[in-house]
C-alpha cells in the first residue's frame, strides 16, 4: 500500500461514490438497490455548501417591504480533489475508477418491445427505441461531512451536475504498451442534494432526529 493509500485510509480521505442501477447494484440494509462504491483515496483541495433559500415576493401598494411567500431551501455543493498515483498500477487503476464515474452521469435504458397481434397470432416485437427506466442518481459520502443525517449508514442522494476531470500534466505522466497514465488527476464536480428525511420543525418548535444531526451527520 503507498502512503498515500496509508494516510487516505487513516484519516478517512476517502470518496464514496454509489450508483443506483440494478444492474451494477447490491441490496442495502433498507432494501434499497446500491452498487458497491467506487472509492477514490481523495485529497479534498475545495469543499464547499450552499443552501439557496427561494423566496416569491410581492411588491404592493403602499407598503415598503414585499409581501414574501417562502417556497424551499435548495442544498448543492462544490468539490475539487486530487487523485495522485505513485505508480503505474495505482495509475491504471484510478484511471478505470474515474472512467466508472463517468459512466454513472448516464441513465438506465430499457429496450422497447410491444405485444402484436394478427392472424398468424401473437407476438412480441423489439424496437430500436430506448425508454429511460432510471435517472443516473448517486449517493455520496465522505467521513462524516458529506452523509445521511437521518443516521443510516448510506450516502447523501442526489445528482452530479457537472463534473471536470483534469489530468495534471506539469506532474507528468506514467508510459506503458503505448497507453498514457497521469501521476495526478484533478476532479470537480456539483452536487445536488435530495434529502429522504423531513427538514424544519413542528409546530411546536421541536426539530425532528433527522434535524438534530443535519448537515454533518450524527455525532453523539
Known sequence: ?????????????QLHFYTLHKSMGI??????TQSTAEIFHAFLTSFNQTFNSTWNQQDVYGRNDPIATF???KRT?????????ANIDEAEANQKRLARLT?????????GRQEVS??????????????LSKPPLIRLRYANLICDSSGREVGLLGFISNLGITPVLDMGMFEMDKKLYPKVFSITFDFTVL????????KLQE????????????SD
Open 27 to 32: 441490496n442495502t440494509p433498507e432494501g434499497e
Open 118 to 131: 394478427n392472424d398468424e397470432g401473437t407476438f412480441m416485437v423489439g424496437s430500436n427505441a430506448l425508454t
Open 71 to 73: 417556497q424551499g431551501t
Open 1 to 13: 500500500m503507498s502512503a498515500q493509500k496509508h494516510y487516505a485510509n487513516k484519516s478517512a480521505q
Open 103 to 111: 459512466q454513472m452521469l448516464y441513465p438506465q435504458y430499457s429496450s
Open 207 to 218: 426539530m425532528n432526529i433527522s434535524m438534530k444531526w443535519f448537515p454533518f451527520g450524527k
Open 77 to 85: 455543493m462544490n468539490l475539487a480533489f486530487d487523485i495522485p498515483s
Open 195 to 202: 434529502h429522504e428525511h423531513d427538514l424544519g420543525y413542528d
